[in-house]
């Protein structure tokens, strides 16, 4: 697998409207895009530092798996995304080859229109890891 770059660093948050002010009006970001990824039941926000995007993750349900993360552990980061050059199929078959376990069998739709897949964080030395195509 040829990864390119941090795709972005996904962030749970309670409320976008209430976490857009600290990284707008306090770090000097820009948020570009919001939409909501009805299959994911989220709600995302993307702001861009150099590079590399950060995604704010809203839960729009109580049974989004954002929801669930902010219920256990708090607001913070989610998880992190990197973009693969040769395909996420590609890239989840060679996680498969090398024992990785995953949580998406195939690349599916995520914001932003990008194909996405995750890895499971107890192969992932506990940090949830989301391929995107680049």
């Known amino acids: 697998m040829k990864i390119s770059h941090i795709e972005h660093l996904g962030i749970a948050v309670k409320s976008i409207e209430e976490a857009l002010p600290y990284y707008e009006n306090v770090l ?19 702001l861009k530092v150099g590079d590399t995007k950060i995604e704010l993750l809203e839960p729009t349900s109580p049974e989004s ?21 040769d395909g996420v199929a590609n890239a989840l078959a060679e996680c498969e080859e090398n024992g990785i376990k995953i949580i998406d069998k ?15 964080p107890k192969s992932t030395q ?9």
């Open 28 to 46: 000097g970001l820009k948020c570009y895009n919001i939409e909501t990824v009805e299959d994911q039941k989220v709600k995302t926000a993307f």
């Open 106 to 120: 195939a690349p599916r739709k995520g914001a932003e229109g990008l194909n996405i897949a995750f890895l499971h």
């Open 126 to 134: 506990g940090v949830l890891t989301e391929l995107c195509e680049s």
């Open 65 to 85: 798996t954002i929801a669930k993360f902010i219920e256990n552990k708090g607001q913070g980061i989610h998880h992190i995304a990197f973009a693969v050059e």
